[in-house]
């Protein structure tokens, strides 16, 4: 069975803190994708990878970072977490170059910002 | 990136047949429609795909006008566990997946 898994589903972290959601893909897919939902705001796409070492700017990238050391994990990092950061967030991958072809998701982190 | 336009709720009998249309007038010819839909505590989930002519599988039915301005997802009989939102979408550029709000369907036993 296909899966993208996230760490945590539910993390609880202190202004300032640095943060790190890991997100894991067992499809040897190129492209790889973190999003943040809000209620009202739907699906907001942060940053996406389309290889090892490669990252592009999504809608919403400012007060995050990504690290993709392995095609298999791509990394969302908040350098500073603040309380507007509170969120759910969404990891995604998908065949690079094949629209033809269906993204898969993670169960999604919520992350609380204290 | 093409942008896709759907209704904000939509409400449905259980065992009813359900229609959720979809706005894409800015599509391009190599555009493909994709449907998923994200169920309460959940992550999106794929529904259907597809480019010109009319696709169907176990979920669902995609109808896709002949003019690729707009498409209909048919779930031809609701049940409580179809209750969802649901997003219309265009994978655009290096395949991003860019999705809008959604239509929320309410399914009513």
Request: hydrophobic share 30%; with cysteine; net charge neutral.
């Amino acid at each position: 069975d296909v899966k993208v898994t996230q760490s945590s589903r539910y993390l609880v972290k202190r202004t300032g803190e640095k943060v790190f959601l890991e997100c894991v893909q067992d499809m040897d897919h190129e492209n790889m994708f973190w999003y943040r939902q809000d209620p009202g705001l739907g699906l907001r796409l942060i940053y996406f990878s389309y290889d090892v070492k490669m990252k592009e700017k999504g809608d919403i990238p400012e007060g995050y970072s990504v690290s993709r050391e392995k095609k298999e994990r791509f990394s969302l990092i908040l350098e500073s977490a603040s309380t507007n950061q509170t969120s759910m967030y969404l990891c995604a991958s998908s065949p690079l170059h094949d629209p033809n072809t269906e993204a898969f998701f993670g169960q999604g982190t919520r992350l609380t910002v204290v | 990136d093409a942008k896709t336009t759907q209704p904000n709720s939509m409400e449905s009998n259980e065992e009813e047949p359900v229609h959720l249309p979809c706005n894409h007038s800015t599509i391009s010819g190599t555009d493909y429609i994709h449907w998923y839909r994200q169920l309460p505590s959940q992550g999106p989930e794929y529904v259907i795909h597809g480019l010109t002519s009319n696709v169907n599988n176990r979920m669902a039915s995609l109808a896709i006008a002949e003019d690729r301005k707009s498409s209909t997802l048919i779930l031809h009989r609701a049940t409580l566990r179809d209750a969802a939102v649901y997003y219309c979408i265009l994978p655009s550029g290096t395949y991003k997946y860019i999705f809008g709000t959604g239509t929320r369907l309410k399914v009513l036993a």
